[in-house]
């Protein structure tokens, strides 16, 4: 599945209070980009899929996304979270650790953050 945000959440659904979707100009500053905000480390700052996927055709999921980051502190983690019930239960597939993990040190850059799971 892929979502860009430019026409609301997509797959997704609404993340609560702590998840929003919010215009950043593009680097020309003749448009915008919709992209999805999280903030702090809550139950309200999560991004769901609307639907169940059925993924049992598949070997491996691979995820990819964009992240910059604004005010997270060293040792502030962000999980990736596999369910392959429903929702019933949830595993860590992974977990990168703000300033711990090579590719997200410092607030203000955009990382391109990829992993693959079985």
């Not at 797959?11 to 950043?24: E, Q, R």
Request: aromatic share 12%.
């Amino acid at each position: 599945t892929f979502d860009d945000f430019q026409s609301g959440w997509g797959n997704f659904k609404d993340g609560g209070d702590d998840a929003k979707l919010v215009h950043i100009p593009m680097s020309d500053g003749d448009e915008t980009n919709m992209v999805a905000r999280l903030r702090d480390n809550s139950k309200e700052s999560v991004m769901r899929l609307k639907e169940a996927k059925d993924t049992t055709q598949y070997d491996a999921l691979r995820v990819s996304f964009w992240l910059e980051t604004e005010k997270v502190d060293h040792g502030d983690a962000l999980l990736l979270e596999y369910s392959s019930d429903g929702g019933s239960n949830w595993e860590i597939v992974k977990e990168w650790i703000f300033g711990e993990d090579a590719d997200l040190n410092d607030n203000g850059i955009v990382y391109q953050l990829n992993t693959t799971f079985y």
